[in-house]
């Protein structure tokens, strides 16, 4: 049950990371497309 829960706990985290990463490139390529002097 245990090695199962963390297993569960680590997908969350790799879920998260990821939700974060798209978010992340998401809001880079919004400023930029506002700002294209930026690179």
Same mark, same amino acid.
């Given at each position: 049950?245990?090695?199962?829960? /963390? *297993?569960?706990? *680590?997908? %969350?985290?790799? =879920?998260? =990371? !990821? %939700?974060?990463? %798209? /978010?992340i ?7 930029? !497309? ?6």
């Amino acid at each position: 049950m245990k090695a199962g829960n /963390s *297993e569960g706990l *680590e997908g %969350v985290g790799s =879920k998260l =990371k !990821s %939700v974060l990463g %798209v /978010s992340i490139g998401a809001i880079k390529i919004f400023i930029i !497309s506002k700002n294209p002097y930026i690179n």
